[in-house]
T-cell receptor, first 113, second 110 residues
Framework: KAGVTQTPRYLIKTRGQQVTLSCSPISGHRSVSWYQQTPGQGLQFLFE???????NKGNFPGRFSGRQFSNSRSEMNVSTLELGDSALYLC????????????FGQGTRLTVV | GIQVEQSPPDLILQEGANSTLRCNFSDSVNNLQWFHQNPWGQLINLFY???GTKQNGRLSATTVATERYSLLYISSSQTTDSGVYFCAEGIQGGSEKLVFGKGTKLTVNP
């Protein structure tokens, strides 16, 4: 079966713009979580969605937001982009919040110039 | 908060050598996963191993939950094993889905 699909794979944006990233989980998986990877901070948890509701959020400013649709697909949005938002954004899917085994997509590499 | 520490941070091997990567975690674990990050950035699942021992080909992993550590063994390493290996701890009902260590960068030379 298909894995986790993230689009787009690469993005270049200008400071101040906003960006939307998409993640389609494995069929049957209903929990989607997002992570930011940077050389300085490593892999950090952004948020998790289940049943179209945000369950928890990491230590990120309000410029980072997300949502989940009824088909479990999820989007994350970053507004008023800063240079420091340049990172690899990874999405993971799990069966549900209780089952924490996670499977990752290929990521979206965002560059802010 | 939850802390995950990996060692060593860097490891350089000759092809054919064996290696052991360690992951220490700070809390009672519901989920301990090992990943290999490929050159394109994707995290590839190696093991989901909250406790016990599992093997998959040349790779095996052991988690001793009571002592809060996990080991990843790579035998007869190949150049394709190069990359960064991450362990991640998941706490059911925790504030974060997964907490990652900083990774071990493995370089296997021919």
């Amino acid at each position: 079966k298909a894995g986790v699909t993230q689009t787009p794979r690469y993005l270049i944006k200008t400071r101040g713009q906003q960006v939307t990233l998409s993640c389609s989980p494995i069929s049957g998986h209903r929990s989607v979580s997002w992570y930011q990877q940077t050389p300085g901070q490593g892999l950090q948890f952004l948020f998790e969605y289940f049943s179209e509701t945000q369950r928890n959020k990491g230590n990120f400013p309000g410029r980072f937001s997300g949502r989940q649709f009824s088909n479990s697909r999820s989007e994350m949005n970053v507004s008023t982009l800063e240079l420091g938002d340049s990172a690899l954004y990874l999405c993971a899917s799990s069966l549900d919040p209780v089952n924490t085994e996670a499977f990752f997509g290929q990521g979206t590499r965002l560059t802010v110039v | 908060g939850i802390q995950v520490e990996q060692s060593p941070p860097d490891l350089i091997l000759q092809e054919g050598a064996n290696s052991t990567l360690r992951c220490n975690f700070s809390d009672s674990v519901n989920n301990l996963q090992w990943f290999h990050q490929n050159p394109w950035g994707q995290l590839i699942n190696l093991f989901y191993i909250p406790s016990g021992t599992k093997q998959n080909g040349r790779l095996s992993a052991t988690t001793v939950a009571t002592e809060r550590y996990s080991l990843l063994y790579i035998s007869s390493s190949q150049t394709t094993d190069s990359g960064v290996y991450f362990c991640a701890e998941g706490i059911q009902g925790g504030s974060e889905k997964l907490v990652f260590g900083k990774g071990t960068k493995l370089t296997v030379n021919p």
